[in-house]
């Protein structure tokens, strides 16, 4: 018998500790994993719950070794079936919706427990396509099609020859003024639209985002709407249609590259709330800054962004709910045949999950206050953007981390696809690349934190320079503490932490800013000094992201009133804290923030934290409130660890 | 037009550096990319140019979307031509082959370029099947159908119960004396054989790796050969065999699960090249200690696992070539529209790839070198089954890594099958877990480091602790420089570098032994003592391979005559070896080996060794020699990037 239930009261280790392996104390009070899925579920707990309900229905089971072309099929009946549930309406204007952008932006992370070509195909179809024209146009009329999936949309921005680079898109949408149409066209191959959703089977209206050319002028990117397939899913004239093909994961969603051979739309199908064209054939828009009125063209994807970093934060708890589960579950070695060991007793096992575990809460509550701070917002908020961007770069790739680290803390087991990790693995793998790609965005948010976006670059890096010259000077004085070697401080304390992340994303932003003025200086183009010191660049964005994580995570535990709750949440932001100090140990070092003594105690810290936490790491899964057949891994599942015949 | 031509004479930069970035320097000898082709494959051109050559035919291109049946048809029938070209009796002793066995994992190898369930099939069939007959059985009859696939096999050591732990295996093969008959049991279900190759569908005899009973004495583990399937397929009576199922990748393997019910195989079915039992039924060893039995049972597996790391070197090749030719095609952004910069130009991008590459290079080496030690063993060294665990855990971790990487480095163009890194990030994730699990290996490698396996655990410790804080000593005064701040040595010179790899070595030994004796003195016995530090354990190990490949790479660099080649090959040694000083550079400044001032340059170092290094990277990867139709993705293939219709 190697096999312990899983279904425990609370955290009593289940634990045999064999040998003489000294047990971890259990020196904090037990928690209520309950009240800790209160703590985290927050404000939007009914619209949570509302949707674990709607996915533990039985058609939402898996449906394992489909083809891909069963795959969308079925990925299209359970969107269906949320936008019967009226998820797809939730983030409208009234009268088309309630206008809730927090509450369906959690519904959509809900949906990374799930499968993620569903939320994909959902996020496109209600996120997306019906944002856009919510947000863009006055052709409201669309939106109760679009909310109840009678009108499959595409929202056709992304260009072979321009994934990232929006601003430079090359189709184009030529006003003809003797018919008082608009003219989309593909100039050349790789202007194509490419990886567009719901565009290779299903889609029958897309916005298209193209450059608005009246006469010989051109007025920037806008969002035109273009018919795809009539009802009968034939595809319209003048457009040209290609599958993407296989792709690693999310084959669920019917991704494919679209060309347009001078399609002739009516002038009123230009997304007119920002912009139009008059009566007269002339350009008037709302923005005069051609460059604020990309930005709020764009500002359609900020929402995908913030979804897609929520998504993350559940497929991260998917995949360590497994993995934890199973490690209460596996034996494996021993001090001798018949006393094999509980995985999770390995501290190399609790090192691989455990500071995972810590992230996966911190992120949690970054997102949620993102949620909240984005859905109470009236107007376009630039420092909303930018904190969606870093989180949704930072958010995916632990993801993708955590997934990794469990698909290894699983073995073969977690290769296998009903045991989902894998395929959560291969799904979230685009998470990177896609809704922008995380390179490109953690360099949005350090040029946010030089310049606030001035065209004039070079002037504004002064600026920015001696700003942050002074910043860092009361940070050294005040924030920042120096530990003499001999008398490490208690490394666990949040102000400590704190102010060595706080330390840390200072100097950075001070010596790049002084290392791009010093290239402007010498007359290299503001584009060419930034792009020099790129590294650097990327250094201050994740320095700033896990300022802002760890942040998010000290206000959402201060928040807790339960104390055994506030307690084990305190012990995971340590960990969280210690954990990140630890994977940058050569920087503090370097730049005198730490001595070796403390690195030292930083290091011990992370092991002894993970070691505690270990112990009630079911209860904190569990926490997450996954329901079971959601969660469905057969390894994660006690009762199921055992299916097959017993030989005589 | 965004593209340029990939097939440029040498590493001419085929860069528009626009604006006013400065051009990297082409400070360096041009290299000529077929020297080093010759220069890497060395004394095994042979065998890899008739590889290359094999897989160039039609028959080897790839076909998707095939479901998994088919998948697996597919790579059989690649096994079969394989087989008919003689590959499967390369390793194989006279007369049923050419007892080359370098050869054979070099062959091997060269398949890590193509799809890796034709590695893994063939692995399985003429590895690990026909292997353990050649090694552990006098039964050779049975090699030339082995070496055929007229006779295909499995090798059924794992079980559900019994991942890793090979020793506890509870497969029971008991000698039924009044038959003189072995009869062959699974006790219970978590004893089943799990995760098997070829026993779903293809394999018609199985190597079982049961406990031999000979009346009450249990024998330990031992190799029997088991009937699975008769010609047209049927299942053996007795034998039941599940499939496993769909998984994240390998699809084209046929992994199942067998149970066995009392079946009854002659007493001569025991590989019994090692051991046997007589015709009185009494157990014969040429091996008297059980321990080192085991340890040459389980030997057959050291050649598999040579062999994933040489196809993992493979994969990261791959990976690398595709990504590094797509960088060089692809732009993105730039000072304005009109002017966009080859991804390759980033420093961003070529920190992403550069110290991958040069990883790349360096594994390539150590693999290198450990093949031919080990063809040219005459009987079993542990010191190379220790060099086969370390590096196949580290060149799998370091494949991924760069999978991940060349993946990210592709976009969304990177994650479509056609493109092939996805796949590969598929199909190799098993890696880490399969032919032993990393972190199981990894403890190996320290385990034998600490102590030559004696079962005497406590006692070798306080040897062991002795003899390394001698070696410590020496190693201060002599190798291990400090280096003061003011005066930084060159950081790339490799003495100096080597100096810092083998001082955290020593340094970390010596204090692991001293943490384990700690608690032993104390009462602790040796497995939780050393369960206790497994983190520390693992960082030995991880630092102990690094400093072999860096050896080897240095060794590999010193055998090249021709300037050029060995010029770049420097290069590439010096970015490999600071790029994983600055990976550990808390340890480094921590242990007082660094000043902050050196950790400064080694992290410049790596910056401009990146940046050199890209201008000559289309070359670097070229060199590989990876056939076109191989490598297959059309963005890696000039003429392919631009073959969709040209919208009028």
């Known amino acids: ?121 959902a996020g496109v179809q209600f996120g997306l396509f019906a944002g856009a024209i919510a947000r863009l146009g006055t052709q409201k009329t669309y939106l109760a099609a679009a909310a109840s999936l009678e009108l499959p949309g595409a929202f056709a921005m992304t260009e072979t020859g321009h994934g990232s680079n929006v601003r430079d898109l090359e189709t184009t949408a030529t006003y003809d003024a003797v018919t008082d149409e608009l003219i989309i066209a593909t100039p050349h191959d790789r202007a194509r639209k490419d990886y567009i959703g719901n565009a290779a089977a299903h889609g029958r209206l897309a916005v298209v985002f193209a450059r608005l050319m009246i006469g010989s002028e051109d007025h920037g990117v806008h969002a035109v709407l273009v018919p795809l397939r009539d009802r009968r899913g034939r595809v319209a004239p003048g457009v040209h249609i290609t599958d993407a093909g296989e792709k690693e994961g999310l084959n669920g969603v019917d991704n494919g590259r679209i060309w347009f051979d001078d399609v002739r739309v009516p002038r009123t199908a230009l997304l007119d709330a920002l912009s139009r064209i008059d009566h007269e054939g002339r350009f008037v828009s709302e923005i005069e800054s051609s460059n604020r009125r990309f930005f709020t063209m764009i500002g359609t994807l900020v929402g995908g962004r913030i979804s897609v970093g929520a998504v993350s934060v559940s497929v991260a708890k998917s995949a360590l709910t497994i993995a934890v589960r199973y490690a209460h579950c596996r034996r494996q070695f021993g001090p001798d045949p018949g006393r094999e060991r509980l995985l ?57 981390d955590t997934v990794q680290a469990a698909r290894e803390a699983t073995g073969g087991q977690g290769y296998l696809t009903v045991n989902r990790v894998a395929s959560m693995r291969s799904d979230a793998d685009v998470f990177t690349t896609y809704e922008g790609d995380n390179t490109v965005l953690a360099q949005l948010v350090t040029k946010s934190l030089l310049t606030d976006f001035s065209e004039q670059f070079s002037r504004s890096v002064l600026v920015a320079a001696g700003r942050y010259a002074l910043r860092r000077i009361a940070a050294l004085t005040e924030t920042v503490p120096f530990v003499p070697a001999r008398r490490p401080r208690n490394v666990e304390d949040p102000d400590w932490q704190l102010g060595l992340l706080r330390g840390r994303e200072l100097h950075q932003i001070d010596a790049l800013a002084a290392r791009i003025k010093k290239r402007v200086d010498s007359g290299i183009s503001a584009f060419d000094a930034f792009t020099e010191v790129q590294d650097h660049v990327l250094a201050v964005a994740r320095s700033h992201v896990e300022r802002i994580v760890y942040e998010a995570f000290v206000a959402g535990v201060a928040e807790v009133q339960d104390p055994a709750t506030a307690d084990v949440l305190q012990r995971l932001r340590a960990l969280f804290g210690a954990d990140r100090i630890l994977a940058d140990l050569g920087w503090f070092q370097e730049h005198g923030r730490l001595s070796a003594k403390t690195a030292t105690a930083v290091r011990k810290s992370v092991g002894s934290l993970a070691a505690g936490l270990a112990a009630e790491s079911l209860d904190l899964v569990n926490a997450f409130a996954i329901p079971e057949s959601v969660l469905a891994a057969p390894i994660a599942i006690s009762s199921n660890n055992d299916t097959r015949k017993t030989a005589s």
Chains 1, 2 share one sequence.
Do not use: C
Request: neutral net charge; glycine residues 8%.
């Open 1 to 121: 018998m190697t096999e312990t239930a899983l279904v425990q009261p609370h955290s009593a280790p289940s634990v045999d500790r064999g040998g003489g392996l000294r047990a971890i104390e259990q020196r904090h009070a037990r928690f209520d994993p309950r009240a800790l899925t209160v703590a985290l579920d927050g404000r939007y707990a009914p619209i949570r719950n509302r949707m674990r309900a709607l996915l533990s229905e039985p058609e939402f089971a898996y449906r394992y070794g489909l083809d891909r072309h069963e795959d969308r099929e079925q990925v299209l009946e359970w969107t269906r079936r949320l936008a019967q549930e009226g998820i797809g309406r939730i983030a409208l204007p009234a009268p088309y919706g309630d206008g809730n952008v927090g509450a369906f932006v959690s519904a959509l992370g809900i949906l990374g427990h799930h499968d993620l070509s569903l939320f994909t195909k």
């Open 344 to 400: 999770i007793d390995y501290p190399a096992h609790q090192r691989r999950l455990l500071p995972k575990l810590a992230a996966t809460y911190a992120y949690h509550f970054a997102l949620d206050a993102l949620v909240e701070d984005f859905a109470s917002l009236t107007d376009d908020s630039q420092a909303i953007e930018i904190r969606a961007a870093g989180l949704k770069a930072f958010a995916t790739w632990h993801a993708l």
